[in-house]
């Protein structure tokens, strides 16, 4: 049984998993150089589902020759052949795709493919605020009068049932590369690359199922895959959170590899630009996440997400310089925006909506870009633990930004309402719709009765997954090295979490112009590490020894490298 403790000071529940049953064991010599700390170690592996040497060995040292046989995606032989011959033919393809960097980065991979194959492609990104999510018909039309004769849609298109009729009767076919779920009628498309046809396919994300798309055609064409298009795939699997597991491991781990020696001029000019000094060496996924992503989802967010996939697709060192600029200054607006729309969302709430029995958070967001809409409610949905729902009023209709928690599904919340919303999208954890405003106050009442069934019984507080309770004193180097064995971290593979109690804090301060971040050096058994809390600049202390949970760092400042401790959580020792 998973032990846990309950700390008023901190609001947050510690819960450590339950250990793996006696005599559980994997043998991991020649898997691994670490040698030491094996029944941690195996507590990890088990943690993770990792219940077998072999299973074990594809999980620490995967190889580039497992991926997965592109030909087991549903068409995907019709469609790679139906993209080669428009290629080989002269034909001009459209590539719609969408604004995030899922999307974006998986336009980037079929626009380079057809390119570096000698073909033209014409992309086309909506602008979020004027075109929405989705292929339209006005985005027809253009790749109509651009003498287009094969769309191929990328992250999008599996519901475009209206859209792909209308470029079939211009005498347009249809490519469908998607990941989304499939609901009601299919578009009378060429082929229907979606792994959700298929129980049976890996859960990649649109840039996953464009790399595969990629992978196909380059075969087909008896040509090497560009190293370049994995990278890409790895970029657009980390921004869209999917799970590392499997293929996308495969992708995430080996496209971060490529990425840290990648002569792309818009990539180089990306990571030069969003790095930070603390963050060399490698690329990780939490460079990627919390860095890079960011800077190319800016300009998509505040619009026009053009110059995002410029920088993805251009073979100009100096116009990458420039789109980089671009986009770390569409970054700092964003910044300022998102800050703006969170002061508003603060004071237009009334304390905590669980303390006042409320179990859907609800925040008008007039006047503000949609595209700040979903990291607004993501954020008011994790501080607070509680579904969340952003919106704006404009022209007597109301676009709305949904994320959830644990325990409810917002796009099965939202399909009931399927008849009264214009439109709506997404899936359990994060969604959006569109209503007119006349509707709003029912449908934003329906989706509270359901979050209020849904959320029954959840818990009151945060909970803190941890993999393991163990002395900080025995935590040496080596462990740090398995830790970073078990790399890329993401959805499904979380970086480990370790409880130690009753260890000593000293020289401890507040760093950060607000003081919101804490840093210490903590002591047990003779054994000094150093460690930061982000944002636990507030955290109660007490006069003596703490407990604390954490990750293990590797803090990389102008070429030097030291491990360290990075705090989730700390409490004065409880008795």
Known sequence: MAT????????????????????????????????????????????????????????LNPSRDSYSDPYSLPDMEIAAERLLRAIRNGEHVGVFGDFDVDGL???????????????????FIPHRESDGHGLSIQAVESFREAGVSLIVTVDTGSTAVEEVAAA???????????HHLLDGELPDSVALVNPQSDAMAAPLTGAGVAFKLAQAVFALANEDLPYDLLTLAALGTIGDSAPLTGENRIITRFGLEELGRTRHPGLQALLETARPPSAGGRPTTELIAFYVSPRLNAPGRLGDAEPSLRILTTTSHEEA????????????????????????????????PLANGKNLIAIRCDGYPAGVLGPLAGRLSEQYRSPAVAYAVTDGMARASMRSVPGFDVHAALTPLSETLVRFGGHAAAAGF????????????????????????????????????????????????????MEPFGAANSKPVFMSRG??????KTIGSTGRHLRMTLEDGGRRVGAIGFNLGDATLGRGRVDIVYELRND??????????GLLDIRPVQS
């Open 434 to 485: 569109t209503v007119e405003s006349d509707y709003l106050d029912a449908v934003l009442a329906e989706l509270e009765r359901s979050a209020a069934w849904s959320m029954m019984g959840r818990e009151p507080d945060p909970v803190l997954e941890i993999d393991a309770e163990t002395r900080l004193a025995d935590m040496g180097a080596s462990m740090w090295d398995f830790v970073s064995v």
């Open 556 to 565: 990389s400042w102008r070429g030097k490298v030291r491990k360290e401790l």
């Open 4 to 59: 846990s403790a309950r700390t008023s000071a901190s609001r947050k529940t510690w819960k450590v998993a339950a250990p793996p049953p006696d005599g559980f064991h994997i043998e991991l010599g020649g898997v691994s150089p670490v040698l030491a700390h094996g029944p941690l170690i195996n507590r990890l592996l088990y943690n993770r589902n990792i219940r077998s040497r072999s299973v074990a060995r594809a999980y």
């Open 168 to 178: 079939k009767a211009h005498g347009i076919d249809t490519v469908i590369t998607d």
């Open 321 to 352: 310089a420039l789109l980089a600029a671009r986009l770390d200054s569409a970054n700092n607006e964003r910044r300022r925006l998102s800050e703006e729309v969170w002061q508003s969302a603060q004071s237009q709430m009334n304390g905590d």
């Open 105 to 123: 980065t998986g336009t980037a991979i079929v626009v380079r493919t057809v390119e570096t194959l000698g073909g033209t492609a014409l992309p």
């Open 503 to 508: 260890v000593t804090p000293s020289e401890v």
